[in-house]
């Protein structure tokens, strides 16, 4: 046999899958169709492509498990690699650990995005501490890459023990229902250890990390839905924290008109935010981090004018938007992923203030809503925050206030910005001649916060002292956002602004 026939030989060997009816049953792919679905057609060039050294070269394990490599997305490069669950439960050994650990650094070195599709077993229990010990490395190249270039990690099987701590260490989590699992420790060692009988989706399936603990941030229906999504997310992103994202010359905005009848004038009456986001960005734009953890606040990636921009918004249809201890998290590391990746920042403001109560304060809330803090005043791309009705107290402050660096702050008309509510502040400023008033007790508290608005509660007063740059009519915003975003962002230079990583808040 010549060297030509014998080539095809082993790469013929090396294709044939495994088991892939046994995948497909499960409604999952296999490992070379997900990475054919994701890339560009016929550009994805595979790394170490023989390697199968397993435990012995008399038992060599195809392609380790694991197959790694480059390619293009949207004609963009790409790093990715995705664990073969048809061939020893994808399970890390050593062999095939050094097979991920230099697609890691590969990417590093060409300062390129890389992807990760995570559906295996865990470690190789039959090699121990030697395949155990390669999570370290992979670990520290995570952290190496993190603030460097985007790290998204899709869950598409099981990925348990030491595997799931490489995703938590990433930018992205995308899960898909029904098929994922992640979780620490299994439902057998649960049950062992504290006697608690838990099915793996209870334990760790998509509503426990999409809903309940905030671990994920993308649900997808498949393995097809969640590749779009990814390929979806990587065109809002830059290739590195070099660049700047790239920007689509072709948009449709949408007509303003009817923007000023979505926010009710009455501080008590509910409405959707994503409605006010969805007048403000280009059409079909939006793509929401994280929908359904924390859901009294928006994390968002959307389009203005063909431009990335990240959205951090209030949603008052949701405990009327309070600040809370998930929320300034789940905030504080989209504030921070936007400024690794000089995505400029719009925040949206109806804010009644931080949750109260023993929960929130026993839990934290004062560590936790430090984090929103740090995070906006250690921004430096540009920030843009509109006070749409209310802001009030610490919250004001907590969502990108002018002196914690928002570079430009609008209010709408209606706007109250103040330490506290008017009924509030009257009740404490005013108790002594409220007392006093008697009968006319009502009389003199309605007189009284008309008095308080008039001179503490309107949008003007922060305007007068310089906290508000302008109060702005709500059918304009979308057309000064656009100039201000372009004035902004033509000043954006991503070699002179400061680095920082990830940390997984």
């Known amino acids: 046999m010549n060297s030509l026939q014998e080539l095809e030989r082993q790469r013929r060997v090396l294709l044939e899958s495994s088991n892939p009816e046994k995948q497909h049953s499960k409604g999952k792919l ?42 293009k997305i949207h004609g963009r490069w790409v790093y990715a690699y995705a664990q073969d669950f048809t061939v020893q439960g994808g399970s890390l050994s050593a062999s095939n650990a050094e097979k991920i650990i230099a697609c890691q650094k590969a990417a590093i070195k060409a300062k390129a995005p890389i992807i990760a ?47 799931s701590y490489s995703p938590a260490l990433q930018d992205f989590i995308f899960f898909v229902e029904g098929t994922a699992e992640m979780f620490v420790t299994g439902p057998n060692v649960v049950k062992e250890v504290i006697g608690e009988d838990i099915s793996m989706q209870e334990l760790g399936g998509a509503d426990v990390h999409m809903r309940k603990n905030g671990v994920a941030h993308v649900r997808a229906k498949n393995d097809q839905d969640c590749l779009d999504k990814i390929k979806r997310l990587l065109s809002y992103l830059p290739q590195n924290h070099k660049e700047l994202p790239p920007q689509q010359q072709r948009f449709k905005g949408r007509w303003q008109l009817g923007i000023e009848n979505v926010v009710p004038e009455n501080q008590r009456k509910l409405y959707d935010m994503k409605r006010i986001i969805d007048y403000l960005a280009d059409t079909d734009s939006i793509f929401e981090i994280q929908p359904e953890f924390a859901a009294n606040i928006i994390t968002a990636l959307c389009r203005v004018a063909g431009r990335t921009v990240g959205v951090v918004a209030s949603q008052p249809a949701v405990i009327g938007g309070c600040l809370d201890v998930n929320a300034s998290c789940k905030a504080a590391r989209f504030i921070r992923f936007c400024d690794c990746f000089n995505i400029p920042l719009l925040t949206l403001v109806d804010v009644p203030g931080f949750f109260p109560g023993s929960g929130q304060e026993h839990n934290g809330i004062i560590r936790h809503g430090a984090k929103l803090l740090y995070a906006y005043s250690e921004a430096e791309v540009p920030k843009i925050t509109l006070v749409l009705r209310k802001a009030y107290g610490g919250a004001y402050i907590a969502m990108c206030s002018k002196l914690l660096g928002a570079d430009v702050t609008w209010a709408w008309p209606n706007a109250e910005i103040a330490v506290m509510g008017a009924q509030g502040a009257v009740q404490i400023v005013n108790r002594r001649e409220l007392k006093a008033a008697g009968e006319d007790y009502q009389k003199v508290l309605d007189q009284k916060i008309q008095e308080y608005e008039q001179v503490h509660l309107n949008a003007y007063v922060g305007a007068k002292l310089g906290h508000i740059d302008n109060v702005i009519q709500p059918q304009d915003t979308r057309r000064m956002l656009e100039q201000t975003l372009d004035a902004l962002c033509s000043f954006q230079d991503p070699e002179e602004k400061l680095f920082h990583r990830n940390i997984p808040l």
């Open 30 to 71: 296999t490992a070379d169709e997900r990475l054919t679905y994701l890339f560009d057609k016929d550009s994805f060039m595979e790394m170490r492509v023989f390697q199968n050294r397993g435990q012995s070269i008399e038992k060599p394990v195809k392609r380790d498990g694991v197959i790694a490599g480059m390619g």
């Open 117 to 163: 599709l995570m559906d295996s077993g865990g470690a190789k229990i039959q090699e121990g501490i030697e395949a155990l010990s390669k999570y370290s490395a992979i670990f520290r190249n995570n952290v190496a890459a993190s603030g460097v270039i985007p790290q998204i990690t899709a869950i598409m099987g099981p990925c348990a023990g030491g595997a």
